[in-house]
């Protein structure tokens, strides 16, 4: 196995923290991050190996150094959470597995206009992070959801994860119906 194919915990040779990725597909090929749809990639047995935090799920929490990511599955097509997520599937068992043996797990953040920690456009590798705890939670919804805190490690020279300050039309729209409603 090389590790263009992402199975390797760690760091991915020759991509250095804070690396831009224009699509996941550059992502994929750079083996930072090989699922081109899904948010975890990882072995049931091994652990996980990286994860994209995107706008996939509302319960996600970032805050830098600190990140309450939830697992994967029971959404529908449109992205709807419908029913429970299961802590047996392969992706949520990963990081399940990653919680007992602290290997660490590649982050990237993707484009939300909703997180001031992630890249403008595109994708960003955010560096090595361990999973610290992992548990079933009840989301917004209701509904049960693997749940996982994740760490960044302190390494010597990295440098802190960039915020974004703009105030785009997303904050804006988000800002003025917080405003209305409460």
């Known amino acids: 196995m090389t590790s263009r194919d992402g199975?390797?915990?760690g760091h991915i040779s020759?991509?250095?923290v804070g690396t831009i990725f224009n699509s996941k597909v550059a992502l994929a090929e750079a083996g930072v991050h090989v699922q081109r749809q899904a948010?975890?990639?990882?072995?049931?047995e091994l652990g996980a190996f990286s994860i994209c935090l995107s706008k996939g799920y509302e319960d996600n929490v970032d805050r830098g150094n600190t990140i309450t990511y939830v697992g994967s599955g029971g959404q529908?097509?449109?992205?709807k959470q419908i029913s429970d997520q299961s802590p047996d599937a392969t992706s949520n068992r990963a990081l399940f597995v990653s919680a007992e043996t602290?290997?660490?797990v590649r982050v990237v953040r993707g484009a939300n206009d909703d997180n001031t920690y992630s890249p403008g456009q595109g994708y960003r590798?955010?560096?090595?992070?361990v999973v610290d705890e992992a548990k079933m939670m009840n989301g917004k919804k209701g509904f049960k959801m693997c749940t996982f805190t994740l760490k960044r490690i302190d390494e010597e020279?990295?440098?802190p994860i960039p915020i974004r300050r703009t105030l785009t039309t997303g904050k804006l729209a988000k800002l003025r119906r917080q405003a209305r409603t409460g």
């Not at 948010?39 to 049931?44: E, L, P, R, S």
């Not at 529908?76 to 992205?79: A, I």
């Open 7 to 9: 199975r390797t915990f």
């Open 14 to 16: 020759g991509v250095p």
């Open 39 to 44: 948010g975890i990639h990882g072995d049931q």
């Open 76 to 79: 529908d097509d449109d992205g």
């Open 102 to 104: 602290k290997r660490p």
């Open 125 to 129: 590798y955010d560096g090595l992070y």
């Open 157 to 159: 020279g990295q440098k």
